[in-house]
């Protein structure tokens, strides 16, 4: 089998199928030989694992995955691309692709099905549209996964590691931390993609908790707050979530002195464990 990241290769097997990219799906294929190799061995492609990939394009990370894993099962939502992947990955037996919207389809029955008996990671190259979304989606379904390893946009990488308690930190990043630890493993440049992207990107990790290091009492409250709260980021917390959660101010002055914390405060200075104290706080109102 000829190299995926053969550009002359690749062009010619999307020509003779008359495929052309669509921005709309967010392709942008990786050509640069050494990232997909990359991604597979820090992104936990090995013997006792199942690959969940999003997004095949022409199988070029697929393909890496396959050599390494037990088991890869792709889910992808252009049916243009079947017949190439039939030819690009005849050379693997064990992978899957499965024809559907990564957003809809049922994951946790995908999982149970396909990977029984098997450690779970995600390893993909995401299309850009569904990056926060897809991600949001494979924490809150609370799936057997053990880590997510994916490329995105290197400003979207940099929101979804921000440290919590730092300017750059903002509801994503408050929810991806709640559910694992997150970090950076390395920036691809635009170059690395056909078609080129007009940004540059990096792989981030989120290796989820198996234990979560807080205890938050009600989840749904505490969302409620960073949602509302990073809504404006920059005025005071206490006023913020007085307006946002209908809780009168002075009601509110009493759960932050409860949370001891100061109610001048705004929610971007606030660390995780803060957080959780003060949506304890509020669970009690
Ligand atoms: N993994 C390939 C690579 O690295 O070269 C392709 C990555 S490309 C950025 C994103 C891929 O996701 C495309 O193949 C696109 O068709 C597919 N895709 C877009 N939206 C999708 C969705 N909602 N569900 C599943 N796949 C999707």
Not at 30 to 35: A, D, E, Q
């Amino acid at each position: 089998m000829q190299q995926l990241t053969d550009i002359g290769y690749v062009k010619s097997i999307l020509e003779r199928h008359g495929f052309h990219f669509s921005k709309a799906l967010g392709q942008n294929f990786l050509i640069n030989p050494t990232v997909c190799p990359k991604i597979a061995e820090m992104g936990n492609a090995a013997e006792e694992f199942g690959v969940l990939e999003i997004g095949t394009g022409v199988g070029t990370l697929t393909a890496e995955l396959a050599k390494r894993a037990s088991k890869v099962v792709a889910v992808e939502l252009d049916d243009r691309l079947f017949p190439i992947l039939e030819e690009t990955l005849a050379d693997y037996n064990n992978v899957k692709v499965i024809h559907g919207d990564a957003m809809k389809y049922d994951l946790a029955g995908l999982i149970a099905e396909e990977f029984a008996g098997l450690r779970v990671a995600v390893c993909a190259n995401l299309p850009y549209y569904i990056t926060s979304p897809l991600i949001m989606r494979l924490l809150e379904e609370k799936l057997p996964i053990e880590t997510i390893t994916v490329m995105v946009q290197k400003e979207a990488a940099q929101r979804l590691c921000a440290p919590i308690g730092s300017r750059e930190s903002g509801a994503v990043s408050v929810a991806v931390a709640y559910y694992g630890q997150t970090k950076t493993l390395f920036q691809v440049a635009r170059g690395s993609f056909m078609p080129a992207p007009n940004v540059d990107s990096a792989v981030i990790q989120i290796t989820l908790h198996k234990k979560k290091p807080w205890e938050v009492t009600d989840e749904k409250m505490f969302f409620r707050m960073v949602k509302a709260g990073f809504s404006q980021r920059r005025k005071q917390l206490s006023g913020v979530l007085a307006g946002g959660l209908s809780i009168p101010k002075a009601r509110m002055q009493d759960v932050f002195a409860q949370a001891e914390i100061p109610a001048n405060v705004r929610i971007e200075a606030l660390t995780m464990e803060e957080l959780v104290r003060l949506a304890n706080a509020l669970a009690c109102v």
